[in-house]
T-cell receptor, first 112, second 109 residues
Protein backbone atom coordinates (compact mmCIF):
# COMPACT_ATOMS: atom_id res chain seq x y z
CA UNK A 1 0.00 0.00 0.00
CA UNK A 2 1.61 3.25 -1.20
CA UNK A 3 -0.51 5.50 1.00
CA UNK A 4 -2.01 7.23 -2.04
CA UNK A 5 -5.74 6.69 -2.42
CA UNK A 6 -7.83 7.15 -5.53
CA UNK A 7 -11.58 7.04 -5.97
CA UNK A 8 -13.49 5.60 -7.63
CA UNK A 9 -11.73 2.37 -8.63
CA UNK A 10 -13.87 1.88 -11.70
CA UNK A 11 -16.04 4.25 -13.68
CA UNK A 12 -18.20 3.44 -16.67
CA UNK A 13 -19.85 6.32 -18.44
CA UNK A 14 -21.09 7.38 -21.84
CA UNK A 15 -19.54 9.61 -24.46
CA UNK A 16 -20.12 13.30 -23.89
CA UNK A 17 -20.33 12.95 -20.11
CA UNK A 18 -18.16 14.55 -17.43
CA UNK A 19 -16.44 12.74 -14.57
CA UNK A 20 -14.28 13.68 -11.60
CA UNK A 21 -11.46 11.52 -10.32
CA UNK A 22 -10.19 12.09 -6.82
CA UNK A 23 -6.77 11.56 -5.28
CA UNK A 24 -5.51 11.82 -1.72
CA UNK A 25 -1.71 11.97 -1.49
CA UNK A 26 0.45 10.34 1.14
CA UNK A 27 0.55 12.17 4.41
CA UNK A 28 3.15 14.93 4.17
CA UNK A 29 3.51 14.86 0.38
CA UNK A 30 3.05 18.26 -1.24
CA UNK A 31 3.36 17.23 -4.90
CA UNK A 32 0.59 15.47 -6.81
CA UNK A 33 0.86 14.12 -10.33
CA UNK A 34 -1.72 12.74 -12.75
CA UNK A 35 -0.98 10.16 -15.44
CA UNK A 36 -3.04 8.45 -18.11
CA UNK A 37 -2.21 4.93 -19.19
CA UNK A 38 -3.78 3.37 -22.24
CA UNK A 39 -2.74 0.35 -24.26
CA UNK A 40 -1.72 2.33 -27.32
CA UNK A 41 -0.22 5.42 -25.65
CA UNK A 42 1.62 3.99 -22.68
CA UNK A 43 1.97 6.03 -19.50
CA UNK A 44 1.41 9.70 -20.26
CA UNK A 45 2.15 12.50 -17.81
CA UNK A 46 -0.79 14.89 -17.59
CA UNK A 47 -0.18 17.51 -14.93
CA UNK A 48 1.65 18.21 -11.67
CA UNK A 49 0.75 20.31 -8.65
CA UNK A 50 2.92 21.41 -5.78
CA UNK A 51 1.30 22.76 -2.62
CA UNK A 52 -1.76 23.90 -4.49
CA UNK A 53 -0.04 25.46 -7.48
CA UNK A 54 0.26 24.00 -10.97
CA UNK A 55 3.91 23.13 -11.50
CA UNK A 56 4.17 21.31 -14.82
CA UNK A 57 1.91 20.32 -17.65
CA UNK A 58 2.21 17.40 -20.00
CA UNK A 59 -0.09 16.00 -22.64
CA UNK A 60 -3.28 17.14 -21.01
CA UNK A 61 -6.22 17.83 -23.30
CA UNK A 62 -8.17 21.07 -23.02
CA UNK A 63 -11.23 18.97 -22.07
CA UNK A 64 -9.36 17.89 -18.96
CA UNK A 65 -8.65 20.04 -15.94
CA UNK A 66 -7.27 19.48 -12.49
CA UNK A 67 -6.69 21.23 -9.23
CA UNK A 68 -5.10 20.67 -5.86
CA UNK A 69 -7.03 21.84 -2.83
CA UNK A 70 -5.72 23.41 0.41
CA UNK A 71 -5.89 20.00 2.14
CA UNK A 72 -3.62 18.76 -0.72
CA UNK A 73 -6.08 16.32 -2.23
CA UNK A 74 -6.48 16.66 -5.97
CA UNK A 75 -9.21 16.18 -8.52
CA UNK A 76 -8.98 15.50 -12.23
CA UNK A 77 -12.01 16.55 -14.23
CA UNK A 78 -12.62 14.98 -17.61
CA UNK A 79 -15.38 16.44 -19.76
CA UNK A 80 -16.98 15.79 -23.16
CA UNK A 81 -15.68 12.26 -22.85
CA UNK A 82 -14.73 10.32 -25.95
CA UNK A 83 -14.18 6.62 -26.47
CA UNK A 84 -10.43 7.26 -26.65
CA UNK A 85 -10.42 8.60 -23.10
CA UNK A 86 -10.93 5.08 -21.81
CA UNK A 87 -7.80 4.36 -19.81
CA UNK A 88 -6.29 3.87 -16.39
CA UNK A 89 -5.75 7.18 -14.61
CA UNK A 90 -3.08 7.21 -11.95
CA UNK A 91 -2.35 9.74 -9.30
CA UNK A 92 1.06 9.88 -7.65
CA UNK A 93 2.52 11.98 -4.88
CA UNK A 94 5.95 12.90 -3.61
CA UNK A 95 7.34 14.99 -0.79
CA UNK A 96 8.78 17.34 -3.36
CA UNK A 97 9.38 17.20 -7.12
CA UNK A 98 12.98 15.96 -6.83
CA UNK A 99 12.05 12.78 -4.98
CA UNK A 100 10.50 9.45 -5.84
CA UNK A 101 6.81 9.25 -6.59
CA UNK A 102 4.29 6.97 -4.91
CA UNK A 103 1.46 5.81 -7.12
CA UNK A 104 -2.14 5.16 -6.24
CA UNK A 105 -4.01 2.05 -7.45
CA UNK A 106 -5.58 3.96 -10.32
CA UNK A 107 -9.09 4.64 -11.60
CA UNK A 108 -10.16 2.58 -14.58
CA UNK A 109 -12.37 4.71 -16.81
CA UNK A 110 -14.45 3.09 -19.51
CA UNK A 111 -16.29 5.34 -21.92
CA UNK A 112 -19.03 3.59 -23.89
CA UNK B 1 13.59 14.68 -25.01
CA UNK B 2 13.79 13.77 -21.35
CA UNK B 3 11.94 10.51 -21.92
CA UNK B 4 13.78 7.33 -21.10
CA UNK B 5 13.85 4.55 -23.63
CA UNK B 6 14.05 1.03 -22.25
CA UNK B 7 15.64 -1.89 -23.99
CA UNK B 8 14.76 -4.65 -24.57
CA UNK B 9 11.01 -4.19 -25.01
CA UNK B 10 10.43 -7.69 -23.67
CA UNK B 11 12.54 -10.26 -21.85
CA UNK B 12 11.76 -13.85 -20.87
CA UNK B 13 13.97 -15.79 -18.47
CA UNK B 14 13.88 -18.74 -16.10
CA UNK B 15 13.68 -18.39 -12.34
CA UNK B 16 17.13 -18.02 -10.85
CA UNK B 17 18.59 -16.24 -13.87
CA UNK B 18 19.61 -12.61 -13.88
CA UNK B 19 17.68 -9.99 -15.83
CA UNK B 20 19.28 -6.85 -17.22
CA UNK B 21 17.31 -3.91 -18.57
CA UNK B 22 18.79 -0.82 -20.12
CA UNK B 23 17.64 2.76 -20.34
CA UNK B 24 18.88 5.59 -22.53
CA UNK B 25 17.97 9.25 -22.41
CA UNK B 26 18.94 12.41 -24.23
CA UNK B 27 19.08 15.38 -21.86
CA UNK B 28 21.00 16.17 -18.68
CA UNK B 29 19.36 14.89 -15.51
CA UNK B 30 19.30 15.39 -11.77
CA UNK B 31 18.35 11.82 -11.09
CA UNK B 32 17.01 8.70 -12.76
CA UNK B 33 14.35 6.49 -11.25
CA UNK B 34 13.24 2.92 -11.90
CA UNK B 35 9.71 1.70 -11.33
CA UNK B 36 7.91 -1.62 -11.58
CA UNK B 37 4.31 -2.15 -12.64
CA UNK B 38 2.35 -5.34 -12.25
CA UNK B 39 -0.41 -5.67 -14.81
CA UNK B 40 -3.16 -3.11 -14.26
CA UNK B 41 -1.72 -1.82 -11.01
CA UNK B 42 0.02 1.37 -9.96
CA UNK B 43 3.74 1.80 -10.44
CA UNK B 44 6.01 0.96 -7.55
CA UNK B 45 9.20 2.92 -7.02
CA UNK B 46 12.31 0.72 -6.97
CA UNK B 47 15.41 2.89 -6.92
CA UNK B 48 16.40 6.53 -7.38
CA UNK B 49 19.99 7.18 -8.45
CA UNK B 50 21.31 10.73 -8.48
CA UNK B 51 23.45 12.15 -11.26
CA UNK B 52 26.58 12.12 -9.07
CA UNK B 53 26.15 8.42 -8.24
CA UNK B 54 27.42 5.59 -10.42
CA UNK B 55 25.90 2.53 -8.78
CA UNK B 56 23.22 1.75 -6.26
CA UNK B 57 21.96 -1.48 -4.70
CA UNK B 58 18.69 -2.46 -3.11
CA UNK B 59 18.27 -6.10 -2.21
CA UNK B 60 18.49 -8.09 -5.45
CA UNK B 61 18.45 -4.91 -7.54
CA UNK B 62 21.52 -3.14 -8.85
CA UNK B 63 21.30 0.07 -10.82
CA UNK B 64 24.13 1.75 -12.66
CA UNK B 65 24.23 5.21 -14.18
CA UNK B 66 26.63 6.51 -16.79
CA UNK B 67 25.89 10.19 -17.37
CA UNK B 68 28.57 10.47 -20.05
CA UNK B 69 26.73 7.88 -22.13
CA UNK B 70 23.31 9.00 -20.90
CA UNK B 71 22.41 5.47 -19.97
CA UNK B 72 21.37 3.38 -17.01
CA UNK B 73 20.89 -0.30 -16.36
CA UNK B 74 18.79 -2.28 -13.91
CA UNK B 75 19.99 -5.74 -12.93
CA UNK B 76 17.72 -8.13 -11.08
CA UNK B 77 19.70 -11.05 -9.70
CA UNK B 78 18.33 -14.51 -8.96
CA UNK B 79 14.97 -13.64 -10.49
CA UNK B 80 11.70 -15.04 -9.17
CA UNK B 81 8.34 -15.59 -10.81
CA UNK B 82 7.05 -12.69 -8.69
CA UNK B 83 9.44 -10.36 -10.56
CA UNK B 84 7.23 -10.74 -13.63
CA UNK B 85 6.16 -7.17 -14.40
CA UNK B 86 6.89 -4.16 -16.60
CA UNK B 87 9.88 -2.05 -15.62
CA UNK B 88 10.15 1.65 -16.43
CA UNK B 89 12.99 4.10 -16.19
CA UNK B 90 12.25 7.78 -15.66
CA UNK B 91 15.01 10.34 -16.05
CA UNK B 92 14.28 13.50 -14.10
CA UNK B 93 15.64 16.86 -15.22
CA UNK B 94 13.59 19.47 -13.42
CA UNK B 95 10.26 18.37 -12.01
CA UNK B 96 8.26 15.99 -14.11
CA UNK B 97 9.08 12.39 -14.89
CA UNK B 98 8.53 11.19 -18.42
CA UNK B 99 8.17 7.44 -18.55
CA UNK B 100 9.20 5.32 -21.48
CA UNK B 101 7.28 2.33 -22.79
CA UNK B 102 9.00 -0.05 -20.41
CA UNK B 103 10.53 -3.51 -20.52
CA UNK B 104 8.10 -6.40 -20.04
CA UNK B 105 9.86 -9.05 -17.98
CA UNK B 106 8.47 -12.56 -17.76
CA UNK B 107 10.08 -14.98 -15.33
CA UNK B 108 9.12 -18.61 -15.82
CA UNK B 109 9.13 -20.97 -12.82
Amino acid sequence: DSGVTQTPKHLITATGQRVTLRCSPRSGDLSVYWYQQSLDQGLQFLIQYYNGEERAKGNILERFSAQQFPDLHSELNLSSLELGDSALYFCASSVNPAYEQYFGPGTRLTVT
Amino acid sequence: SQQGEEDPQALSIQEGENATMNCSYKTSINNLQWYRQNSGRGLVHLILIRSNEREKHSGRLRVTLDTSKKSSSLLITASRAADTASYFCAPQGTDKLIFGTGTRLQVFP
